[in-house]
């Protein structure tokens, strides 16, 4: 029905008696899905609509007579009598509060609140909106939003102390070397060693946070991760914790990185272990589910609807409470004792999830125990993926004219002897316009560029470009404190013929350049 004029409402709705008007506002009113009350000067509630009754858990007329006090658990007779007070001088107001349901459950609203003069009485007409979904969305996007910042500080944090470490372990690695007639000293320049590939480990978890960490996209079995976890667990775990897998995906193969993937689940694990000094049950479950588009919009993490492979990690421990699992997956917050964690476990997890396209939930209550759900996309079908060729890392000689280009004096000074002790011809270039003009004259007499990615002025990338439109068939290697993130896998695309991630080994780098010269 198309209406030709509105003056058939208009006379309707200003009729004498203004039936037809009143009867619209009782229908609007009534079927709002907002909360709308009427209340008295004493704060007693003369009128609900069902959409308020429905907000509370009461039946209509419970709420009849009832005071604000009872529903408002924040209020008290003083600070209505200052409201209304207030909402007399100044009309018309919007506020956030919270009101409490039948059954003790509190929740935020949101309130616009006016008065309303009916038949020479004043009353307080009041439209309430449950705002909790709104909320939740907003911690979720204050959550993500602080997660974000967080990761771009810990991956520049990575990536400095892996310059700082590349120099220790170069150093390292050829007095090892140069001590094997002297074992007593030997020893020590090991220990050193192993320190500081413990302090490497800890970046690859920074980087992981940060989401530069994934190596590899091959097709994993998500149910193989979990029977190897269960595996390494069945030889430390304690006799008083039981495990037990189901497996209700019949096919849990996502792209991945396997060594990322199995390492976020047993950081779960292992979680879950210490969250049961005394014992109890820990079940890993997986299951096929698809998620829409609201459902992906509802969460935090930046998901794609379709099908997603969901491993859930479940404990019967201690449980955590809400401030806890605000700050659960923020690189060095821990609950465990000193010395028992470094807090980087859980920040690992979020940011291989994060790095996969997956995402990771949690459900927990103080004494309830814990379950941590993680959501990794279904690969479309399982494909063969060729693994690459093995470098030659036991390589100890290297006959080649290598062009290094590092702006980090303490690491040219030391990758410059590790390529000396291995035989070959340097080049230093502390910049990539330094770099660009070596090569200019001598391209010809260089076999090998490794090349720093992060670099004041011309970026590593900027400067390859640059290298190879001087020779297309340039031969680069790209270093970096970061690991094979976008930006070196950009660079790779180009046509760069290797990287490697600082801190190295002399054998990694003669195995590099050797692989690179083989071609």
């Known amino acids: 029905m198309i209406v030709r004029s509105l003056e058939p409402v208009q ?149 400095d102390f892996n310059n700082q470490l590349a120099g220790i372990v170069g150093y390292a690695d ?133 099908t997603y492979v969901q491993v859930s990690v479940t404990d019967t421990g201690a449980g955590m409470d809400a401030r806890t699992q605000d700050r659960l997956f923020e690189p060095f917050f821990t609950t465990k004792e000193k010395g028992k964690g470094t807090g980087m476990g859980l920040a690992a997890v979020y940011g291989t999830l994060k790095n996969h396209r997956g995402a990771i939930h949690v459900s927990s209550e103080l004494g309830q125990g814990t379950e941590m759900r993680l959501y990794l996309p279904l690969a479309a079908e399982p494909t063969m993926v060729e693994e690459n060729p093995p470098g030659r890392s036991g390589q100890v000689s290297v006959r080649a004219r290598v062009l290094l280009v590092e702006d980090e004096e303490n690491v040219c000074r030391i990758v410059g002897e590790m390529l000396e002790r291995l035989g070959c011809r340097v080049r230093i270039a502390s910049h990539g316009a330094e770099a660009i003009e070596i090569y200019r004259r001598g391209f010809h007499e260089i076999d090998v560029v490794v090349l720093d990615l992060v670099m004041p002025e011309m970026s590593g990338k900027d400067t390859f470009i640059r290298l190879r439109a001087i020779h297309p068939a340039v031969k680069a290697i790209i270093a970096s404190g970061h690991s094979l993130d976008g930006e070196v896998q950009s660079i790779l695309d180009l046509g760069a013929k290797g990287f490697i991630q600082k801190p190295f080994r002399i054998a990694e780098l003669a195995g590099k350049i050797a692989e690179v010269m083989a071609g």
């Open 174 to 306: 050829i007095l090892v070397a140069e001590l094997r007639d002297r074992p007593e000293l030997g020893r020590l320049a090991e220990g050193i060693l192993t320190a500081a590939k413990r302090a490497s480990s800890l970046t690859s978890q920074l980087l992981a946070f940060s989401r530069q960490g994934k190596y590899l996209s091959t097709p994993v079995d998500l149910h193989q991760i979990i029977d190897e976890v269960v595996h390494m667990l069945g030889r430390s775990l304690d006799r008083r914790i039981h495990i037990s897998t189901k497996y209700d995906a019949k096919r849990a193969v996502t792209i991945g990185d396997p060594t990322q993937l199995q390492n976020a689940v047993l950081n779960l694990a292992i979680n879950a272990r210490d969250a049961m000094p005394e014992g109890g049950q820990m079940t890993f479950a997986t299951a096929l589910v698809t998620l829409d588009e609201a459902e992906c919009e509802r969460s935090p993490h930046q998901l794609i609807p379709g």
């Open 11 to 159: 006379n309707w709705a200003m009729s004498r008696d203004g039936k037809g008007l009143l009867d619209f506002a009782r229908f609007a009113v009534e079927n709002l899905s907002d909360g709308a009350f009427l209340i008295s000067k004493e704060g007693r509630v003369v009128y609900v609509n069902e959409a308020g009754a429905r907000q509370l858990g009461y039946a209509r007329e419970e709420l009849i007579g009832m005071s604000m006090l009872q529903i408002h658990p924040d209020i008290t007779q003083e600070s209505w009598d200052a409201a209304w007070a207030a909402m007399d001088r100044g009309g018309k107001q919007t506020f956030e509060t919270q009101h409490r349901t039948k059954d003790g459950r509190v929740f935020p609203v949101e309130v616009l609140a006016s008065h309303l003069e009916l038949d020479g009485v004043v009353y307080s007409c009041s439209f309430a909106r449950d705002i909790t979904e709104r909320r939740q969305m907003e911690r979720r996007m204050r959550q993500a939003e602080k997660m974000e910042a967080i990761g771009q500080l810990a991956g520049g944090i990575a990536h």
